[in-house]
């Protein structure tokens, strides 16, 4: 086994060459805890350099070595395309887990990848990569980190490659689609009415979220549904009728009586159907309707009778008419 013969290996150095041994044990975590190359250079009394010198040597030997077995040339087919290595690939390889991932695969020119904000699976990136790679995967942990509870889409981050690479080394991220978030026990009711919306993509009212939160076993009521919509500034409300849509969206919030106001500073006059026609660009209304709104404007001091013709007009200050 490939695997095995490493490990004789990694064994060989240690009668061999003690000191080497111990650099490698100490740098990646064979029989000593893992330390940086400052540490393992205070440890031999030597200094960081030589240290990594004689790290970059030993590791050269021992691939030399390896290219004697028969299975070398299948393992270094299996990561030499590949810019991220996962531990569960390795597993899923060699049939086990082993302490001496690491060190294998620094042989091939590979580092482990730290914990950038958030806790990862263990994995291994290739060094001959740009290093743009670990800054891209710095700020896309970075801004998730400071987001736990929000819901993202994957169109939103340039080099959509390396950041489904970086979903994939995060266990507690789950994605569907071109959307991805913490697991659902990990976040709040309102990212599931956020993922809910954009799942929908249109305008739902305010019962379809208390349903959906009810389906995934989360308790609210109309008061709770409407406090959390009001106070979180993705949502926006469309007028008086109950439905929400996203802020995103550029939805008009404005209501049918506000609408049929705006009308009249925009036209002289109009027919009763013709301001229908005008509140119907951001809503389905009846004629009805707007002529309430406008009988409501009308005693209230908005608007007068100034001809009692067929039809009716009424006039809006200044010298704004309506027909009706």
Request: proline share 2%.
């Amino acid at each position: 086994m490939f695997l095995e013969y490493f490990n004789k290996l990694i064994q060989n150095t240690k009668l061999s060459d003690e000191r080497c041994f111990k650099i490698l044990s100490y740098r990646f975590n064979i029989e000593h805890e893992e330390s940086t190359l400052t540490e393992v250079a205070q440890i031999l009394s030597i200094c960081k350099e030589r240290v990594r010198q004689l790290q970059n040597h030993n590791l050269e030997n021992i691939k030399n070595n390896l290219k004697k077995h028969e299975g070398y040339n299948e393992f270094e087919d299996f990561i030499q395309n590949k810019l991220v290595v996962m531990e569960q690939q390795l597993i899923d390889y060699f049939g086990c887990e082993s302490k001496l991932f690491k060190i294998l695969l620094a042989c091939f020119g590979f580092q482990k990848i730290p914990h950038l904000y958030v806790k990862t699976i263990p994995a291994w990136i290739n060094r001959k990569a740009d290093k743009s790679i670990l800054k891209t995967f710095n700020y896309f942990y970075k801004t998730i980190n400071q987001k736990k509870y929000d819901i993202f889409d994957i169109n939103d981050f340039e080099n959509q490659e390396l950041i489904n690479i970086a979903i994939n080394l995060n266990p507690n991220i789950i994605k569907t689609d071109n959307l991805f978030q913490f697991k659902t026990d990990l976040i709040s009711n309102n990212n599931l009415v956020y993922k809910f919306l954009k799942w929908k993509n249109k305008i739902c009212h305010y019962n379809e979220f208390i349903n959906h939160l009810e389906n995934n076993n989360r308790v609210t009521n109309r008061h709770n549904m409407l406090s959390l919509l009001n106070t979180d500034k993705r949502f926006s409300h469309i007028g008086r009728s109950g439905k929400w849509g996203l802020v995103e969206w550029n939805l008009c919030t404005k209501t049918v009586k506000q609408l049929t106001r705006e009308f009249f500073e925009i036209h002289e006059s109009g027919t009763i159907n013709e301001i229908v026609n005008y509140v119907s660009q951001q809503y389905k209304v009846k004629k009805g309707t707007v002529k309430t709104y406008i009988q409501s404007d009308k005693q209230s001091g908005k608007y007068e009778i100034i001809a009692n013709s067929n039809p009716i007009k009424y006039g809006s200050v200044p010298n704004r008419t309506v027909n009706v």
